[in-house]
């Protein structure tokens, strides 16, 4: 009587949305009509979104804003995180050493 076994996994449910109605003449109308008023001049074009956009996600978390602010990118991060593990790797060696050997 086995709790888990590594041949019988079980696949997750899919979810498998079938809309009722999909009118792809409408939409497609709808799309030249946001295209005309874009040119126009009605609407905003989808190039003024993206500076409101870039860097939101830096200034909405601490830890990266206050990184940022210092200068750091994602390279010098990442040899921050690979000093630490090299360190910890020592300590740990000298630690075997003097205690277990």
């Not at 804003?65 to 000093?83: I, L, P, Q, V």
């Not at 790797?89 to 000298?94: A, D, E, P, R």
Request: overall charge positive.
């Amino acid at each position: 009587m086995a709790l888990f076994s590594f041949y019988n996994v079980r696949k997750p449910r899919q979810y498998n949305h079938t809309p009722i109605y999909w009118d792809p003449r409408k939409e497609a109308l709808e799309e030249r009509i946001r295209k005309n008023k874009r040119e126009l001049g009605m609407e905003e074009p989808l190039e003024d979104y993206k500076p409101q956009i870039k860097g939101t996600f830096v200034e909405g978390t601490s830890h990266l804003k206050r990184s940022y602010n210092r200068g750091e990118d994602t390279r010098a991060r990442k040899y921050k995180t690979f000093k630490f593990l090299l360190w910890l790797v020592v300590l740990g060696v000298i630690f075997w050493i003097l205690f277990f050997k």
